[in-house]
C-alpha cells in the first residue's frame, strides 16, 4: 500500500512539476494590401502567421522584432563588410554607411578662369594690334596721296615721215602714212619716303582719229625724290587714211605737213608699306603738234602745249 501511495504521490509531483502540455491554439490570419494595387482596390492577400506553442516563439515576442532587424541588418551589413574587408577597411558615417571617396576632377574652376581670362587678353591684344596697325596704314596712306607722279613733255622728233597712195589688205586703193618719231619727256616722283614703278597705256600718235603710230612706255622703277629723263620710240608703217587722206596735200617737192594729236597715259604705282598699303596715280596727256616731213628739228613742247588730267 505504502509503495503503491508513493507511486502515485510521485505521479501526482511529477504532473504538478512538469509543465501541462497547452490546448491547440488557433491559427490567426492577417490581412495586408496588396502591392499591386495602384487604385485603392479592396483586393488583399491573406497571409498565414501560426501561433507558437512557446512564448518564446510568438511573434509578439519582442525578441522577434529585434532579431528580425538585426537579421536584415545583418544582411545589409554583410554586404559592405565583406567588400569592405577586400579594400583594406571603409570609413563608416555616422549611420554606420561606408564612406566613398570623392573623384576630384583634375583642375579647379580658379585655372579655368585664369586660362579663360589670359586667352581674352591674348585676343583683345591681337584686336588692339590689329587695329592700330590699320590706323597706321590709313595715317600712311593719307600722307602718301599728295605725292603724285609729276609728267612733262618735253619734245618728239620725227625721224620719217611718208605719205604715198596705196592699197591696203583687202585691194582698196587709198593713201598711207608710214611715221616714225622719239618722244622724250620727264618723269619726277616728289614721294620723300617711297619710289614708284612706272609704265604707260600705248602713246598713239592720231590723225583724224586714226591711230597711224603707237609705242609704249616699258615699266621700270625710279626712286623716291628722283627725276628721270625718258625715251620712246613711236612708229606705224603704210597705214591706210581711207577718207581722212583727201585733206593731206603734198607739194611738188613731196613734202607734207600732217596735223597730229599725241594721247597716252603715264600710271604709277608705290608700295608705301610693302604690298599692304599701296598708292596708285595716273595722268591722262594729250598733245596737238604738226609734222613737217621736210623738218629734221626736234619739236619742243611748252608748259600749256599740252594737258595733263
Not at 11 to 31: D, E, F, G, I, N
Not at 101 to 114: C, P, W
Not at 132 to 141: D, H, K, N, S
Request: glycine letters at 8%; charged letters at 20%.
Amino acid at each position: 500500500m505504502m509503495q503503491s501511495a508513493k507511486s502515485e504521490s510521485d505521479v501526482t509531483s511529477l504532473a504538478a512539476s512538469s509543465p501541462s502540455r497547452s490546448p491547440k491554439r488557433p491559427v490567426y490570419y492577417v490581412q495586408s494590401p496588396s502591392r499591386d494595387s495602384h487604385d485603392g482596390d479592396k483586393l488583399s492577400s491573406m497571409q498565414a502567421t501560426p501561433i507558437s506553442n512557446s512564448p518564446m516563439e510568438s511573434p509578439s515576442h519582442p525578441s522577434f522584432g529585434r532579431h528580425s532587424r538585426n537579421s536584415s541588418a545583418s544582411r545589409f551589413s554583410g554586404i559592405f563588410r565583406s567588400s569592405s574587408g577586400r579594400k583594406g577597411g571603409r570609413k563608416r558615417n555616422e549611420k554606420g554607411w561606408p564612406e566613398c571617396d570623392v573623384i576630384l576632377e583634375e583642375g579647379s574652376y580658379g585655372e579655368f578662369d585664369k586660362a579663360y581670362t589670359r586667352r581674352c587678353q591674348a585676343l583683345i591684344a591681337l584686336l588692339t594690334f590689329v587695329v592700330l596697325f590699320t590706323v597706321f596704314c590709313l595715317i600712311i596712306w593719307g600722307a602718301s596721296r599728295p605725292y603724285k607722279t609729276e609728267v612733262t613733255v618735253k619734245s618728239l622728233t620725227a625721224q620719217n615721215l611718208y605719205v604715198g597712195e596705196g592699197s591696203d589688205f583687202s585691194g582698196v586703193v587709198t593713201k598711207m602714212m608710214t611715221v616714225n618719231v622719239s618722244l622724250r619727256m620727264n618723269i619726277y616722283n616728289p614721294a620723300t619716303f617711297f619710289g614708284i614703278h612706272v609704265h604707260s597705256t600705248p602713246i598713239n600718235l592720231v590723225f583724224s582719229e586714226i591711230t597711224v603710230a603707237t609705242g609704249e612706255l616699258k615699266k621700270y622703277y625710279q626712286p623716291r625724290k628722283s627725276h628721270r629723263v625718258v625715251t620712246v620710240n613711236v612708229e606705224g608703217n603704210k597705214v591706210p587714211l581711207y577718207g581722212a587722206g583727201s585733206s593731206i596735200t603734198l607739194s611738188q617737192t613731196g613734202d607734207v605737213e600732217v596735223p597730229l594729236a599725241l594721247k597716252f597715259e603715264i600710271r604709277s604705282r608705290g608700295n608705301v608699306v610693302g604690298k599692304l598699303v599701296r598708292t596708285k596715280h595716273s595722268k591722262e596727256i594729250t598733245c596737238p603738234l604738226v609734222i613737217d616731213s621736210s623738218g629734221s628739228k626736234p619739236i619742243k613742247f611748252k608748259k600749256n602745249s599740252c594737258t595733263y588730267d
